[in-house]
């Protein structure tokens, strides 16, 4: 798939947002490759998620569900969850005060997954 245009000025704004990660000079050799055709799908959503835990888990984690017929939903981070997430990124040891059925376990899984 090739892109051109109006898509790597897409791809550059969304794939490679400000919280990729990445430096300027990275994504712009990124999204060259993209259009030049020499970089594929899979390497992009690579990048994405190795940039991005929280992206990671939005899209590739998913948890039991009763409310959905196929039994499963994605897991979506909340509030806390999400600066939960902030402090593991930013610290090396973390504690966490927490009341039961919050999701903290899933959330420390799914980022031992992410660092994989």
Do not use: H
């Amino acid at each position: 798939m090739r892109w051109s245009g109006a898509s790597a000025q897409l791809t550059q704004s969304t794939l490679l947002g400000p919280t990729s990660g990445l430096s300027l000079k990275e994504t712009q050799e990124v999204v060259s490759r993209l259009v030049s055709g020499t970089i594929n799908w899979y390497e992009m959503e690579w990048r994405k998620c190795a940039a991005d835990p929280e992206y990671f888990i939005r899209t590739y984690i998913w948890i039991e569900s009763e409310r959905d017929p196929r039994g499963r939903e994605p897991f979506g981070l909340w509030d806390y969850q999400e600066k939960a997430l902030d402090a593991y990124l930013g610290n090396r040891f973390v504690v966490i005060l927490k009341a039961r059925q919050l999701g903290f376990t899933t959330l420390a899984m799914a980022y031992a997954l992410w660092q994989c």
